[in-house]
């Protein structure tokens, strides 16, 4: 970052600048679509041309203005624009997808990358960028001289009654020109404070583009897990199902109370309503999925019955400086840039301003004479303005200016720290799941053992066994199931949210 003019009022102290050593050079290629082609100067040689002479003018004025410019759609398009190259290549491209080699399922790598290509929103924040973009062109315009041109052809005439009339004609043309002097660097600064918006729009955009790609991967675990725990539910009602002929069976043989035979029935209702339950969660994640891919949300998105690999630990020793490509932090930075520089324009703005004009104009009864540059009157002048009183308004927004830069560097401190909170609460929330998973396999185990002991205890007629047994170890060994299915679904979220957190993968650094 370019050092403060202004100690008092651009001074940052240490523990607000974690990440602010960075500069910002400026983009090659700003300003390429400035560059336009001349109107024609070519003197008409025909008479009777001379009054389309202003037509001619104001068509080639309206062909320059449009330039490559294209005409507003009035219709939706499902074309996507070109991906950014800064947001989609190189180390950008791998900060926001790269992660996703650690889990280990190519579906949802396959999913994550069509959701990129197609989702609107996504599409949607790529126009607006474009839209920011145009605005660094308009930002340079302001330190570039204005030229004006103008052109016009009248014909007139007086009757006289019998006598021939009076005919006459007049042709004119102007120029004008005017160009403020950057004395002081106010339009500079405003020109280097437009850049660093278009950066922070950059980072909002890649910032999007990693959620996006986060809660792509985040729907398929949801579907995933909805479709193991609509397994677990046909799983269970087969057993319930099992344990009711089992049980009426016993009580055919009047060794068991029509009671048991109640309870057995309504275990089976119960997993046939929560069967139904399950299909529709799973249906449902299946369109919140669809509608992240930018397709029609109908539900019928095939899911797998295995949730994605995991690596067993993240990698010790993460380097805090990872943060520092964090997009939402990189915009932080740019505006806090930004708002430098505005506060250094505004108080520019109190300093005098030094303007060039100049002006040239022709008029004659001959089109001829008009453009004859001979017969060109022209002038050229030189002013200089200082604003005496207004009120204390420039003042004024000078002190704003400073204040919001003020408020932008507390803005980004927040964000730093709110950064760091994510990151070390998704790293203990990961290492407290990685624990209980080891708890709840072994409460898994010894409720699986104990619902088939009261199956087969029962069914023998051993002493002592009852249906009670049976129910309490079917209904600890779903529910021990069901955990099971929702922790493992909560670490691999987890683990997205640490991404998210980090800003992208393990390792890359941005560039």
Not at 215 to 226: D, Q, R, S, Y
Not at 349 to 366: E, F, K
Not at 441 to 461: I, M, N, P, T, Y
Not at 469 to 479: G, H, K, P, T
Request: glycine share 6%; proline share 5%.
């Amino acid at each position: 970052m370019p050092p403060s003019k202004d100690t008092d009022s651009h001074s940052i102290s240490a523990r607000n600048t974690v990440f602010l050593e960075k500069s910002y050079p400026p983009h090659p290629g700003l300003y390429a679509a400035l560059e336009s082609r001349r109107p024609s100067t070519e003197t008409p040689n025909v008479r009777s041309l001379a009054l389309l002479f202003p037509c001619i003018l104001l068509l080639e004025s309206c062909a320059f203005t449009g330039q490559n410019v294209d005409n507003p759609s009035e219709a939706a398009t499902t074309t996507p624009p070109a991906l950014w190259n800064k947001a989609s290549r190189g180390q950008h491209a791998k900060i926001s997808t790269g992660w996703l080699t650690e889990f280990r399922d190519p579906r949802m790598k396959a999913l994550v990358h069509e959701a990129i290509d197609k989702n609107n929103n996504l599409q949607a924040a790529a126009y607006r960028l474009r839209a920011t973009r145009e605005n660094n062109i308009t930002s340079r315009a302001a330190r570039l001289p204005r030229l004006d041109a103008g052109g016009s052809a009248s014909r007139s005439h007086s009757g006289l009654g019998s006598a021939p009339g009076i005919s006459s004609r007049s042709y004119g043309l102007s120029f004008s020109a005017s160009w403020e002097i950057d004395l002081w660097g106010r339009l500079r600064d405003l020109d280097d404070a437009t850049n660093s918006d278009y950066r922070a729009a950059l980072a909002d955009y890649r910032a999007a583009r990693l959620s996006l790609a986060i809660n792509t991967a985040k729907a398929w675990i949801n579907l995933t897990e909805a479709q193991q725990l609509v397994e677990l539910a046909e799983q269970t009602l087969g057993d319930f199902k099992k344990s009711l002929s089992l049980i009426s069976r016993r009580h055919r043989e009047a060794l068991l109370r029509a009671v048991d035979v109640q309870f057995g029935r309504n275990n089976v209702a119960s997993a046939e309503r929560n069967l139904r339950n399950q299909i529709l969660r799973r249906d449902e994640a299946a369109r919140a999925l669809q509608l992240l891919l930018g397709r029609y949300p109908s539900g019928e998105l095939t899911a797998t019955s295995n949730l994605p690999g995991l690596k067993p630990q993240v990698p010790a020793g993460l380097p805090s400086e990872l943060l520092s490509r964090r997009p939402d932090l990189a915009s932080g930075r740019a505006r806090i840039y930004s708002s430098a520089r505005r506060a250094d324009a505004a108080r520019k703005s109190l300093l005098p301003s030094l303007r060039l004009t100049g002006s040239g104009n022709g008029g004659s009864s001959q089109l001829g004479r008009a453009l004859d540059p001979s017969y060109l009157t022209w002038s050229i002048a030189s002013s200089l303005a200082q604003t005496i009183y207004q009120g204390g308004a420039p003042s004024a927004q000078a002190r704003a200016a400073l204040q919001l830069n003020k408020s932008a560097i507390h803005d980004y401190t927040q964000d730093v720290l709110q950064a760091f909170r994510e990151v070390e609460s998704a790293l203990q929330i990961d290492n407290s799941l990685r624990e209980q998973e080891g708890f709840l396999l072994v409460e898994v185990d010894q409720a699986s053992k104990a619902q088939s002991a009261a199956e087969r205890d029962l069914g023998l007629g051993i002493e002592g066994s009852s249906v009670l047994e049976i129910l309490e170890s079917q209904r600890r060994a779903v529910n021990a199931r069901g955990s099971l299915i929702r922790l493992r679904s909560q670490r691999l979220q987890n683990r997205l949210d640490l991404h998210l957190a980090l800003g992208g993968d393990f390792e890359t650094m941005e560039n």
